[in-house]
């Protein structure tokens, strides 16, 4: 499958933006979609996944409340919607692709198949 992103661009603190992910190749219905970013000097680090069917999301505590990750398949497009943006948010947001759902490791950036480009997410003070 490939993955390109899209949506990020400038935005104030407390603002607001959604990025979206689209698949194209083999349908994304069939792939548990994960976000991840990655700030100058820092590690990737994981943001969001949900599972196939929307059954199952998983956030990282540092935007639990604040993002809200989404699915359509029939466009199949992955949405983030992202509140409340703290300049710490800052960073170049990328979307991966992987074929199973397994709570406890997908977190884990190297369990992902797929990885589209990023999209940067500037937030400033």
């Known amino acids: 499958v490939q993955l390109q992103a899209f949506g990020g661009g400038l935005v104030q603190s407390g603002g607001s933006l959604r990025l979206a992910c689209a698949a194209s190749?083999?349908?994304?219905?069939?792939?548990?979609m994960g976000w991840f970013r990655q700030a100058p000097g820092k590690d990737r680090e994981f943001v969001a996944a949900i599972s196939m069917s929307s059954s199952s999301t998983y956030y990282a505590d540092y935007v639990k409340g604040r993002f809200i990750i989404s699915r359509d398949n029939a466009k199949n497009t992955v949405y983030l919607q992202m509140n409340s943006l703290k300049p710490e948010d800052t960073a170049v947001y990328s979307c991966a692709a992987r074929t199973s759902w397994k709570y406890y490791d997908v977190h884990v950036h190297t369990s992902y198949d797929s990885w589209g480009q990023g999209t940067q997410v500037t937030v400033s003070s």
């Open positions: 190749g083999r349908t994304s219905s069939t792939y548990v």
